[in-house]
């Protein structure tokens, strides 16, 4: 946790190499960008980098901004029906669905209550990690292999596949018309009359040393991607809400920024320009995420034996970078239990060091769905800023240094996080939320 260690692992070239904890994802993540190492990582982030320049970043708006509003009408109609909402599950409805859709173009409605055989594989697949993780037996893949698990894990893989089968040949022979291959001007890329781009177009586009990449290879990395991308975004968002909802001024503010933005027009979409001007909600964001990162850890393994400042690491060592102990270090962060999103314009934190805050990793392996991330981030809580005035369950007396005390046992309402992968807490998030009439 100590920045000048952390700096040195994660701006390294040589301890980039990945192996526990991130082999028990190996079964569906393959050699997908989170897990590859070596040459094989180098050409799978060269292939993947341009799905996140800037044009195809604002096809994926146009769809963040639709699935909001959905997300809008969702809220209302529990907000009525119910005092306190678990934000956490709510959210992450909203998260597969622009997930999904802009990973393969494909629209699962998880936020309209329907069932769909993708979302369910995956939520199988990503209850079935982190028990795997909390076992010396199943760990071992041997042992693994004998336990009801095993057999629940490969029928989710085996449905993944084939919906994914389905998917990747309609998105295919669509990308095969010309009405999609019509290719608009820069300034035009929202042109109704072409299919919004998906993550996966990209992906049967692309050629790797001249050959086009295989069905493997696309799944791998779609289901990366959809991994990656719902369950971190909905931690965020969760969190932020949470954080907003106990600090009034903070909430205020941040509406006020967004009255600046959009007057009181609730439902009006925002443009690429207007989320870069969030300044104040970026603070936010920022501050969330030294409290509550999405990934409260990293791990490297060192492939060789070598030197960290004046540590040696002996060959085949896992190194885990707390992420969440450094945004909690008092080191670096004055009262760092304490939610204060203007701390990152204070002249203190001018000059502070990259590495002391880390949410997206840093160095050559950090997170390159960073920017589609905080878009999403923003579109959401933009939304629900304007939609709503967001207040803690009555019940709840938590403060933050409480949550992160593990003498503390929560009442009724409150937190107990837990990091099955990424952070949540174990009894959901609840929170109320009182509609706006400005």
């Known amino acids: 946790m100590e920045p000048k260690f952390v700096e040195h692992v994660l701006s390294s070239n040589i301890l980039t190499y990945k192996y526990d904890p991130y082999n028990m994802l190996y079964p569906w993540l393959g050699s997908g960008l989170l897990t590859a190492n ?10 993947i980098t341009p799905s996140f320049h800037f044009r195809i970043l604002k096809d994926f708006l ?22 306190v909402l678990d934000m956490q ?16 173009g494909t629209r699962v409605n998880s936020i309209g209550g329907q069932s769909s055989a993708i979302v369910t594989a995956i939520d199988t697949l990503c209850n079935v990690i982190p028990e795997r993780g909390v076992s010396v037996f199943k760990r071992f893949d041997v042992c693994f292999k ?44 929202m042109d109704a009359k072409r299919p919004k781009m998906a993550f996966l177009d990209n992906l049967l586009t692309a050629e790797v040393q001249g050959k086009p990449l295989t069905f493997e290879q696309i799944f791998e990395e779609v289901s990366t991607f959809m991994f990656e991308g719902h369950d971190t975004t909905a931690s965020a968002i969760t969190f932020a809400l949470y954080c907003l909802a106990w600090s009034p001024e903070s909430q205020q503010r941040a509406f006020e920024e967004q009255l600046q933005l959009h007057g009181h027009d609730r ?29 409260p850890f990293i791990f ?11 540590k040696f690491i002996p060959q085949g060592t896992t190194l885990g970078i707390g992420v969440l102990s450094i945004g909690h270090s008092p080191h670096v962060f004055s009262e760092p239990l304490e939610f204060r ?15 002391d805050y880390v949410p997206f990793s840093a160095g050559p392996r950090n997170c390159i769905g960073q920017k589609f991330a905080l878009l999403e981030l923003k579109v959401t809580l933009s939304k629900l800023l304007r939609h709503f005035h967001l207040k803690p369950a009555p019940e709840s007396r938590q403060s933050l240094a409480q949550i992160f005390d593990p003498q503390h046992r929560p009442g009724p309402q409150e937190l107990k996080l837990y990091i099955p992968i990424t952070l949540k807490s174990m009894t959901g998030v609840p929170l109320r939320l009182q509609p706006r009439t400005y």
Request: overall charge neutral; hydrophobic content about 35%.
């Open 38 to 47: 070596g040459e094989q990582w180098t050409l799978r982030r060269k292939l």
């Open 62 to 83: 146009h769809v963040m901004n639709e699935t909001s509003t959905q997300f809008m009408s969702l809220l209302e109609k529990e907000a009525a029906a119910c005092q």
């Open 89 to 104: 599950s709510l959210v992450m409805r909203n998260t597969i669905d622009v997930i999904c859709e802009t990973a393969m």
């Open 146 to 189: 004998l336990t009801p698990l095993y057999a629940k894990q490969q029928r989710a893989l085996t449905t993944l596949r084939k919906e994914f089968a389905q998917i990747i040949e309609k998105r295919r022979a669509l990308i095969q018309t010309s009405s999609y291959n019509a290719t608009p001007d820069d300034d035009e890329l």
């Open 267 to 295: 439902q009006r979409h925002s443009t690429f320009d207007e989320l870069q001007n969030m300044k104040y909600l970026d603070l936010v964001i920022k501050e969330t995420l030294r409290i509550f990162p999405s990934v």
């Open 300 to 310: 490297r393994t060192a492939k060789q034996a070598t030197q960290i400042e004046d």
């Open 341 to 355: 999103p203007e701390r990152w314009e204070a002249r203190e934190h001018t000059n502070v060091n990259a590495f």
